[in-house]
């Protein structure tokens, strides 16, 4: 019996470096997500990583969330939280299938490891609002790079697109 490997979807190792990033009257960072089809629904499953506390979410298709357990899974990272900290001169995150760390101008916030979480298929920049404030944030600059792909803000967007289009 000849076995197929099933490559996992998304990227499997990268690190996403931005710098001078804050925000306003709302919650904002960087989002990595991916699916599982066990889970009902398919929706993706998120870890956020915002000026001032991580945590874990999952987003259905009318908006609606449910975080931790409540999730449909069991989350992994630390139960994070920092007062006061709404800008950065630059906040980095490592993915090495499943190990997460996560540094704010230079502090380590988060170290951890989730097996399950072991590709990502959905990264980005969330902001997070409520119906009291109108939230901005801001970001001078970002550098992605994996294995294979490096983008800064010096690359062309539409080629940088298209290869990421391509690999998918």
């Known amino acids: 019996m000849i076995k197929r490997q099933v490559r996992n979807p998304g990227y499997e190792t990268f690190t996403i470096i931005v710098k001078n990033l804050g925000e306003k009257h709302g919650d904002f960072g960087i989002a990595i997500g991916r699916r599982f089809p066990e889970l009902p629904g398919n929706w993706p499953f998120y870890y956020l990583f915002l000026t001032h506390k991580l945590y874990s979410v999952r987003f259905d298709i009318w908006g609606g969330h449910a975080f931790g357990k409540s999730s449909g899974r069991e989350p992994l990272n630390p ?56 939230g901005h944030a801001w970001v001078d600059s970002f550098k992605f790079s994996d294995q294979v792909l490096s983008v800064s803000p010096q690359a062309k967007l539409a080629t940088t697109w298209g290869t990421l289009k391509q690999r998918q």
């Open 79 to 134: 139960d994070t939280l920092w007062l006061n900290t709404k800008e950065f001169e630059s906040m980095e995150l490592r993915f090495n299938k499943g190990h997460i760390q996560w540094f704010a101008d230079g502090e380590k916030r988060a170290d951890f490891k989730d097996p399950e979480f072991s590709s990502v298929e959905i990264l980005g920049f969330v902001v997070i609002v409520n119906i009291f404030h109108v």
